[in-house]
């Protein structure tokens, strides 16, 4: 039998297993040729650090010490000892080098220096291997996991709800079809319409959009559930905030009303990054060096006055401004930004959409603070809403967050059947398609309210880069399937 017996270079950093013979494996960063000695730079992913491995030329074959090059895999066996140079508290002096996997100088793509992020978006197969990327993505993990544990120990169950779905009627965005049909030749109907049903469900089906609808199923018997899955919506929306593949996390809690569903999306938001500020801590400061350096590129009145670790406290330190839309809009109408039209849209009257500039303004401007906002038209808001005693607003709230617009939609549920139905038909939904839906409201409805938060603009939030693309491994986006 063999093992590896290799030692986490996370480990090895702690300093316990100095003087000790061990073996660290990892791809090479870098590698350095001093008077009589070659010093290499290993990562192995389990943490921002490298470890400096030092190399005796004349104890090691110059085949091996040809192979080490940037981007190769090693298999370092020797002895940890507090190293002599700055920048390490221990390093390990190599006894014996196994090149596992050889790297071409002159094609691997990712060199010891500053690469563009458009660039290594090109790479996406290789960019995990760089600083950035690895602090990324050891900072996604972390932040899934609190959501998990934040939501089990407030008592909710996670519920996963389907993928494919044949719901077309949440309208939460162009949906991607799915389907085994002959794309060449497929069925039809006497009308010549294609006929779903000879495809695989006998209906047609699409990736899910939102797992809302059946979370509210399971809310209703479960009490208190969240899904946390992939969610898919093919807007042709070439924007850094958006992607065609991401991933949403919906808390959907019977018996909550509004209120309660914003201290809960609040307490979630502050507790998970309260979460990554205590488990990501050098990842994070690296991100916030990194950004730091590129706001320094941006001229001074674009700046942010705040860092990053300094952004995410004060979010912990603050409420959320709560605010209704009406008053929102009234703020906005008033703005100096609005008179002297310097924003895309201005606001007229009272029912405008709120464009992404709107809510940036009310955050970075305005109140300098994560806003929510509540009481939307009924009219520019999901049929499912509860509607208001004024006839005309609906119980929905958006959190809005500094750098990023809204990053949390949510909403009091319409728990009224006949309220419920009248709506669906107003927004043109055939109440057959969404049967099941509306049996709830007629077995035992209860005042129930969920929220979606988008977890890459959470991340986007925490790690302080400024690109979605950015912070999912494998960005899905218009003309982008690659990887
Ligand atoms: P936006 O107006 O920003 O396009 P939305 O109002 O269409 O978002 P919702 O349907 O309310 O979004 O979805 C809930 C949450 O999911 C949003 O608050 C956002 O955080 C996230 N989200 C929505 N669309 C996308 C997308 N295309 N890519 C990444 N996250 C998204
Ligand atoms: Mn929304």
Redesign the pocket.
Known sequence: MKSSKRTEIVKLLQGQQTGQQVTAMGWVRNKREGKNVFFVTLNDGSCLQSLQVVVDPTTTSDEVLRKISVGAALSVNGTLVASQGKGQSVELQANEVVVLGEADPEKYPIQPKKHSLEFLREKAHLRMRTNTFGAVFRIRHHLQFAVHQFFNQEGFFNLHTPIITASDAEG??EMFQVTTLDLKNPPRTEEGEIDFKKDFFERSTNLTV?GQLEGELGATALGKIYTFGPTF?A?NSNTS???AE?W?IEPEVAFYELEDNMDLAERMLKYVIRYALEHCAEDLEFLAQRAAEEEKQKPQNERSEMGLLERLQFVLEHPFERLSYTEAIEILRNSQHNRKKKFQYLIEEWGADLQSEHERYLVEKHFKKPVILYNYPAAIKAFYMRLNEDGNTVRAMDILFPGI?????GSQREERYDELKERAAAFGIEPEALWWYLETRRFGTVPHSGF???F??LMLFVTGMTN?RDVIPFPRFPGSAEF
């Open positions: 939460a965005g939102s919506r807007e905030r958006h992607l991401f949403m617009g809204e990053i949390v939609g979606g938060l988008g890459e603009r979605i």
